[in-house]
T-cell receptor, first 111, second 117 residues
């Protein structure tokens, strides 16, 4: 079965430090992957998707098929990056409508 | 259009009661999804619609749950005979697809928090 694993529940860094939020997936094909972010008291929103290859708010993510990973990175963390981050994968086993989410990683950026 | 809206934002009910939630998607979006999120978990898929057709239901959607999307616009999610285990945040999302089947990003609503006492 398809699965998304985010091994860290909480990641705490200081402002200006590099950040890497880990995401591993289980799927044998070429997946499209997403990172969603939820800031405090706000709704879930798309941060970036693999297919667009954009850098949003300084974040990037590279698909590594060999390691089945899609880690989210930012070279210099800002306090406003503090939020919950979710990695997601389309459900290729179903009608490809829904996303399968990881459990999320809470990023805390300290001043 | 300010995005996906959900009503109510909070619902407290007693075990055994029925509840109904409403979701209004972004107007030009043909797909509408329902997810459930419990503490410490990511959103878990319940069901989705393309226009008015319900295309998929997850095994999480027991026979006490029913969803509709009449006329392909807003959607309702009803839970009958609520149980304490139904307490969760219920999220609605919408997206559009093009003729080639490419699905654009899902936009989420603020959620309805259900507490069953």
């Amino acid at each position: 079965a398809q699965r998304v694993t985010q091994p860290e529940k909480l990641l705490s860094v200081f402002k200006g430090a590099p950040v890497e939020l880990k995401c591993n997936y289980s799927y044998s094909g070429s997946p499209e992957l997403f990172w969603y972010v939820q800031y405090s008291r706000q709704r879930l929103q798309l941060l970036l998707r693999h297919i667009s290859r954009e850098s949003i708010k300084g974040f990037t993510a590279d698909l590594n098929k060999g390691e089945t990973s899609f880690h989210l990175k930012k070279p210099f963390a800002q306090e406003e990056d503090s939020a919950m981050y979710y990695c997601a994968l389309p459900n290729y086993g179903g009608s490809q409508g829904n996303l399968i989410f990881g459990k999320g990683t809470k990023l805390s950026v300290k001043p | 259009d300010t995005g996906v809206s959900q009503d109510p934002r909070h619902k407290i009910t007693k075990r055994g009661q029925n509840v109904t939630f409403r979701c209004d998607p972004i107007s030009e979006h043909n797909r509408l999804y329902w997810y459930r999120q419990t503490l410490g978990q990511g959103p878990e898929f319940l069901t989705y619609f393309q226009n008015e057709a319900q295309l998929e239901k997850s095994r999480l959607l027991s026979d006490r749950f029913s969803a509709e999307r009449p006329k392909g616009s807003f959607s309702t999610l009803e839970i009958q005979r609520t149980e304490q285990g139904d307490s969760a945040m219920y999220l609605c999302a919408s997206s559009r697809t093009n003729l080639a089947g490419f699905t654009y990003e899902q936009y989420f609503g603020p959620g309805t928090r259900l507490t069953v006492t």
